[in-house]
């Protein structure tokens, strides 16, 4: 049996809050920013510029730096390991930051791959502002 193909939206199309599953880093912060963004579905859409999973695995991301518009390109190439789960027999690789949604969409992990090259590496979006993540998303203004 094949494994379903991945999808950047699920097949429902869905963006939902409850999508956000830290994995092991310390990101809560943006991911609580991304799920209150995801409250907002077409304001997650506008952040990709693929309208759906890439066959290429290449993804592109716009973000707001200083006020700037830049784009971030970033692949589905995601941090793994092959453990498995406590009474899983099957030796599937794991994303071991944000897992993708429970109805099987990637939008997250994908953004938050995208959010750490924005900010130079994973381990600088360890302890951070949800503000901060939310202003670099949107451009919105925000009180602290």
Not at 51 to 80: C, H
Not at 115 to 122: L, M, Q, R
Not at 135 to 142: G, I
Request: net charge positive; charged share 20%; proline share 6%.
């Amino acid at each position: 049996m094949q494994a379903a193909d991945p999808s950047l939206w699920a097949a429902t199309g869905e963006i939902r809050p409850a999508a956000a599953q830290q994995g092991r880093l310390g990101d809560c912060w943006f991911l609580a920013a991304a799920s209150a963004l995801a409250e907002f579905p077409d304001r997650i859409k506008l952040m990709y510029s693929n309208t759906g999973y890439s066959n290429t695995g290449v993804f592109q991301t716009k973000w707001w730096i200083a006020g700037e518009e830049i784009r971030v390109t970033v692949d589905d190439r995601l941090p793994a390991n092959k453990i498995p789960k406590r009474g899983e027999t099957r030796h599937f690789p794991r994303t071991m930051l944000a897992k993708k949604s429970p109805s099987g969409s990637w939008w997250l992990p994908l953004l938050e791959k995208a959010f750490a090259k924005v900010n130079v590496n994973y381990a600088n979006l360890s302890g951070g502002w949800m503000t901060e993540a939310w202003r670099q998303m949107t451009n919105q203004p925000v009180i602290a």
